[in-house]
């Protein structure tokens, strides 16, 4: 037997395929890419609802960035955005569509239908906000809402300390935020789900989130 190869598959998980390689990232510590964060979504999106989606990266990804009106529509009418009520889409700042999995840094936005509401969570304050700005310019108005009514807001979000955990914060106030969605019965204070994310995220819960990824990738390993 050889040893193992980078570009060696080790999970199928839906549409998304984890190879030796993306293990290598995960125990860093080290930028996360996009399959890895996709992983993060599919794993979250098992138990939730039909009204709540997370945008895979590329999808983000090509939403922000792709060229021509034909294009856009093409990319965003399959997430049948008017009919949920909770969208969470990735941000990153390579300006390069020719280069794959480029950038330096992740960030989130978050739709919230009820609050008719994007808001930007970027752990490294204020580094995302033009390419943020960007993605909710081009998909506000396919939300099924009046696109002139739709706001932006930069939210709430615990700062990382390091220059690589930006994918892992923004993992884990994904999954805060869906949680969030799925037990509340009514708003608190206005406050959304801030107060659950600045409780519940911070660079303690980020530096475990590697460990906690690399053992759900073993245990469906073993389970399929």
């Not at 060696?8 to 998980?13: C, Q, R």
């Not at 990232?25 to 098992?46: T, V, W």
């Not at 922000?64 to 009919?83: F, R």
């Not at 020719?98 to 919230?112: I, N, P």
Request: glycine share 8%; proline share 4%.
């Amino acid at each position: 037997m050889g040893f193992p190869k980078p570009n060696d598959k080790v999970l199928s998980f839906g549409d998304v395929v984890l190879r030796n390689s993306d293990l290598e990232i995960l125990r860093g510590p080290h930028y996360i890419n996009d399959r890895i964060i996709e992983f993060c979504f599919a794993d979250i999106s098992i138990n939730l609802s039909d009204d709540i989606v997370l945008v895979p990266p590329s999808i983000s990804f090509w939403i922000a960035n792709c060229a021509g009106h034909d294009s856009l529509e093409d990319a965003i009418n399959p997430l049948e955005l008017p009919g949920k009520n909770l969208v969470i889409f990735t941000v990153n700042d390579n300006d390069d569509v020719g280069m794959a999995e480029g950038g330096h840094h992740w960030s989130l936005l978050v739709y919230d239908r009820e609050e008719n509401l994007f808001v930007h969570h970027d752990s490294m304050k204020g580094m995302n906000h033009a390419h943020a700005k960007q993605l909710y310019e081009r998909v506000k108005e396919f939300v099924g809402s009046a696109g002139n009514s739709v706001r932006f807001l930069e939210g709430e979000t615990p700062r990382q300390e390091n220059g690589y955990d930006c994918g892992l914060f923004a993992v884990e106030i994904a999954r805060v935020v869906c949680q969030w969605r799925g037990r509340r019965a009514v708003r608190c204070g206005g406050r959304m789900w801030f107060d659950d994310v600045m409780a519940q995220v911070d660079g303690k819960v980020v530096g475990e989130t590697r460990a906690r990824i690399l053992s759900r990738i073993d245990r469906l390993r073993l389970s399929g």
